[in-house]
Structures are given as C-alpha cells and as structure tokens.
C-alpha cells in the first residue's frame, strides 16, 4: 500500500527558507515522477516542482525557479523541497504526489490529475 507523508511546514516570514519532506512507501517502478504541488483555497491545485527519479530530472515552475530545490534520498525513499526566499504568495497547503504509471521520455506531467497517489499535505503560511 502505497503512502505518503509530508512534513515540515509551518509559518516563516516573508525571505526566509523553509524545508518540506515527503516520506513514501510502497512499491514504485525505479524510474518515476513525484512531485511537490501547492493550493490555497478556491484555486487548483498547482505543480511547482516535480523529479523522475532516474536521472533524476528536475523541473521548476517559473514561479519558484531559482528559489526552491527538490531533491530525492533513494535510501530513504524520501523527497524533499528547500524554499529559499519565500514570498507571501507561497502561503498555501503543500502536497506530495506520486506517479506509478510511465511516462514518456522523462517529463514529469504537470496536471494534478496525473498522478496517483497523495500526500495530506503540510501548511505553509508567510508573513510580510
């Protein structure tokens, strides 16, 4: 059974850096996406960083480009997403996703509907 576990938001103000971790079990394929969404209420869900984890390969949403880096512990089957320079428009609740179906080459998809399997998501919330 597939699960997954995401920790470390909470509150920081508007500059400062913040680590989010997503802890998975269960089986994946060695080569496949995750990825580290965002939503505030009354939006959709929006990806900003996803990695196919054989390479891996990296992608940014234009967005959070520069600022934020995810990265992947396969010893621990563990993601992680460092944001540096928050802004108050990073204030919303963060979800991991996974992906167990291949997709082509390795490009990560970008729509929420994608992927399979979720996380509860952790809170983020920036003062200005």
């Known amino acids: 059974q597939v699960q997954l576990v995401e920790s470390g938001g909470g509150s920081v103000q508007a500059g400062g850096s913040l680590t989010l971790s997503c802890v998975a079990s269960?089986?994946?394929?060695?080569?496949?996406?995750m990825g580290w969404f965002r939503q505030i209420p009354g939006k959709e869900r929006e990806i900003i960083a996803s990695?196919?984890?054989?390479?891996?390969?990296?992608d940014y949403d234009d967005s959070v480009k520069g600022r934020f880096i995810i990265s992947r512990d396969d010893a621990t089957n563990t993601m992680y997403l460092q944001m540096n320079s928050l802004k108050s428009d990073g204030t919303a609740r963060y979800y991991c996703?996974?992906?167990?179906?291949?997709?082509?080459?390795?490009?990560?998809?970008?729509?929420?509907?994608?992927?399979?399997?979720w996380g509860h998501g952790t809170q983020v919330t920036v003062s200005s």
């Open positions: 996703a996974a992906r167990r179906r291949s997709v082509f080459g390795s490009n990560c998809p970008l729509r929420s509907a994608a992927y399979d399997y």
């Open positions: 990695i196919y984890t054989a390479g891996p390969v990296l």
């Open positions: 269960g089986y994946f394929p060695s080569g496949h996406c």
